[in-house]
């Protein structure tokens, strides 16, 4: 058997790393951030859909996602929490099934022995 988690929302918030890369992004080009609401109902879709779902132009899609993870890059790790019992459900499911973790994020942003 093999269980799959989910990595954001059900492992790990990164909420708060997320909204601040945004807003520097967006700041970036001197444009304002939506409303935090806005953004999290993007979450978990790929950077590139959530910018254009946001309103940026197709055309400067890619610039605002490689001013996104610039910033994101140096404060993920202090920004992302593992949720409760986290640890826990992945210690206990390890017993019973080979698992992995889904997520559209890549492993260069996180040292996931320290979480």
Known sequence: MTILFDLDGTLIDSTEAILESFSVAFDTFKEEAPADELIKAEIGHPLD???????VSQEK?????NAYKMHYRKISCDKTVLL????????LASRYATLGVVTTKTAKYYNFNTL
Not at 49 to 55: A, Y
Not at 61 to 65: E, G, I, K, L, S
Not at 84 to 91: H, L, S, T
């Open 49 to 55: 859909h959530m910018f254009t779902k946001l309103g």
């Open 61 to 65: 899609v890619w610039d605002y996602v």
């Open 84 to 91: 409760p019992n986290a640890r826990e459900a992945v210690e």
